[in-house]
Every structure is written in structure tokens, then in C-alpha cells.
């Protein structure tokens, strides 16, 4: 059974910097194109950065720049670095694959003040 344990969201500056991390269980996230979406309130849930199996990233444009996405092979765990927040990073952030599967996990809330 697909598990995606996503945590490390809190509350942060504007300029801030956080470190999001999702557990996987149930899947080799090696084997497969992990991403990390995000939610902001009121809005529709868009995808934010993918990692391929061969270790390829793409990034939206909004994030490009500021965030980075990596995978823990041994861990089987995707993380999100996230330098230089801005207010309209906000959201709460879930990974899954790419393109998502029906589950979802409960998603960590990012929220930045100005």
C-alpha cells in the first residue's frame, strides 16, 4: 500500500528558507518521477518540481531558481529546498508522482509572512 508522508512545513520570513521532506513507502521513488505540487488557499493544486528516475529536474517557473528538488535513494525519500520564500509561496505542499496518482497524502502547510 502507496504511502507519502510529507513533513517540515512551518511558518517563515519573507527571504526565509525551508526544507520539506516525503517519506515513501510502497514505491521505489528511484524507480519512478516523484514531484512536489502545492495547494494555496481558494486555488486549484499545481505542480511545482519533478525529479526523473535518472535524476533529471524540472521546475515551474514561478519556483525556478529558488527551489530545489533532490531524492535519498537509501532513504526512499524526496525532499523540496526552499530558498528565498516569498508570500505567494503559501500553500500546502504534497508530493507524489508525476503525473499524481488518486492518493494523496496529507501535505505540509508553508506559510510565509511578509
Known amino acids: 500500500q502507496v504511502q507519502l508522508v510529507e513533513s517540515g512545513g512551518g511558518l517563515v520570513q519573507a527571504g526565509g528558507s525551508l526544507r520539506l521532506s516525503c517519506a515513501v513507502v510502497?514505491?521505489?521513488?528511484?524507480?519512478?518521477?516523484m514531484a512536489w505540487y502545492r495547494q494555496a488557499p481558494g486555488k486549484q493544486r499545481e505542480f511545482v518540481a519533478r525529479?526523473?528516475?535518472?535524476?533529471?529536474?524540472t521546475y515551474a517557473d514561478s519556483v525556478k531558481g529558488r527551489f530545489t528538488i533532490s531524492r535519498d535513494n537509501a532513504k526512499n525519500t524526496v525532499y523540496l529546498q526552499m530558498n528565498s520564500l516569498k508570500p505567494e509561496d503559501t500553500a500546502v505542499y504534497y508530493c507524489?508522482?508525476?503525473?499524481?496518482?488518486?492518493?494523496w497524502g496529507k501535505g505540509t502547510l508553508v506559510t510565509v509572512s511578509s
Open positions: 525529479i526523473r528516475s535518472i535524476g533529471y529536474t
Open positions: 510502497g514505491i521505489i521513488a528511484s524507480s519512478n518521477t
Open positions: 507524489n508522482k508525476y503525473p499524481g496518482m488518486d492518493y
